[in-house]
């Protein structure tokens, strides 16, 4: 039997920009970064230094004499202005909370003194009431009774 034969040209798998290149080495502080940094994104370390390197090949920055400033310190005051917007809707929080609470206990001492005025009222009413009936009773109703228990009391004697 014979060997099969090759292919000339690269395998399959690998495209000319996936090639592995010769390695470098980072300092470890550097692979460090690098590590966080690719976790973070979840991109492997080869694809983060890849990006990496486009990045300041394409702008024309020079990363040992230039630290991206703009957006760093766009992003690290955005940061910094976002907790102090966090802090300050806490204190209105608060406030709001403790202005509903005060509101709540003003007018529930105002229905308090509304709620023993109206029962002080309906006091008076059921005393006046119980008074015009105790009046009604004594000036017609008792002198009625009296009448007719004497009219047959009278019947019943003559009927005797």
């Avoid at 990006?51 to 766009?74: D, H, I």
């Avoid at 406030?95 to 309906?122: A, P, V």
């Avoid at 009413?125 to 009391?153: D, R, S, W, Y």
Wanted: aromatic share 6%; glycine share 4%; hydrophobic share 40%.
């Amino acid at each position: 039997m014979e060997p099969a034969k090759r292919k000339r040209g690269r395998p399959p798998q690998q495209s000319p920009a996936e090639q592995p290149a010769p390695s470098l080495k980072l300092t470890a502080q550097a692979d460090r970064l690098l590590t966080v940094h690719s976790k973070k994104l979840k991109l492997s370390k080869r694809a983060y230094a890849s990006a990496a390197v486009a990045y300041f090949a394409t702008t024309g920055l020079n990363p040992t004499k230039e630290q991206p400033k703009g957006l760093a310190s766009v992003a690290l005051k955005v940061d910094e202005e976002t907790l102090a917007i966090r802090a300050q809707n806490v204190d209105i929080g608060n406030r709001l909370i403790s202005l509903l609470r005060g509101w709540e206990r003003n007018l529930y001492s105002f229905l308090q003194q509304q709620q023993q005025t109206t029962y002080d009222y309906l006091e008076q009413i059921e005393a006046n009431m119980l008074q015009h009936q105790g009046t009604v009773e004594t000036i017609l109703l008792a002198p009625m009774v009296e009448q007719l228990f004497k009219v047959n009391l009278e019947a019943f004697i003559t009927r005797d």
